[in-house]
């Protein structure tokens, strides 16, 4: 979840969509001209998720700025695991 959260401040759309399920994920996502300003990410809780799981969920706030009102995303994630890596399914705001 950081490393999506990270991507995002980054607009790093190559990485968000890589460990994004290749069943769910977008065809593409242009981050270039985004103007959200990322102010912190907070993780609420999670559940499994560990080594040794193949699923997992957290639920977390990003507050962000954007056209100068500051505002926040609060979600309940899921993810998967394939191999080594975690895959954001999807989310309920």
């Known amino acids: ?3 999506r959260y990270s991507a995002f401040v980054l607009r790093n759309s ?17 981050l270039k001209h985004d103007k959200t300003e990322w102010l912190g990410l907070q993780v ?3 559940e499994a998720g560990t ?9 977390f706030i990003a507050r962000y700025r954007i056209h100068g009102k ?7 994630s899921r993810f ?14």
């Open 1 to 3: 979840m950081r490393s």
């Open 14 to 30: 190559r990485y968000l969509l890589a460990t994004w399920d290749p069943a769910l994920r977008p065809a593409r996502l242009d």
């Open 44 to 46: 609420v809780s999670t």
């Open 51 to 59: 080594e040794f799981d193949s699923v997992g969920r957290v639920e």
């Open 70 to 76: 500051t505002a926040e995303l609060h979600e309940h």
């Open 80 to 93: 998967r695991k394939e191999g080594p890596a975690w895959l954001y399914i999807d989310g309920e705001v």
